[in-house]
């Protein structure tokens, strides 16, 4: 029998994780693709999305990707993201993705909001002192 197991690597700001899967199902700009065991060379951007892998012993998994970078060379895939979740329930997903990429959004609005604030305020400064208010 043909191994048909390949190794995915997982890449985020908070780590570095292995797996053994047969298959995997992610999604980029022209939609839902498939990867398995003996894939040609393969760079792509990924959406944010929802895919799922089959591990060895034929489990589904599934993830919720943040965007990111899936590449496949010499056997090997590799995903790279701000976020990866993964469940082997597919309903813990949405708990997951409420309780962390929705709430870190949020932050990043609130934190850009203040961030305009600051560079308007001193906009208003440097134009105080060009004027010498």
Request: proline share 2%.
């Amino acid at each position: 029998m043909i191994n048909s197991a390949f190794r995915l690597k997982i890449v985020t700001p908070t780590g570095i994780f292995e797996r053994e899967i047969k298959h995997i199902r992610l999604k980029d700009a022209t939609g839902f693709f498939g990867i398995m065991n003996g894939h040609v060379d393969f760079l792509t951007i990924l959406l944010p999305s929802l895919g799922y892998y089959t591990d060895i012993n034929d489990k589904e998994v599934f993830l919720a990707v943040d965007g990111g970078i899936l590449s496949v060379r010499r056997g090997v895939i590799t995903l790279t993201s701000r976020g990866i979740f993964e469940s082997e329930e597919a309903w813990k997903l949405s708990e997951i993705i409420e309780n962390t990429i929705f709430k870190r959004d949020k932050t990043e609005l609130s934190f850009s909001a203040m961030l305009k604030g600051i560079e308007r305020a001193f906009i208003e400064k440097t134009i105080e002192f060009e004027r010498g208010i």
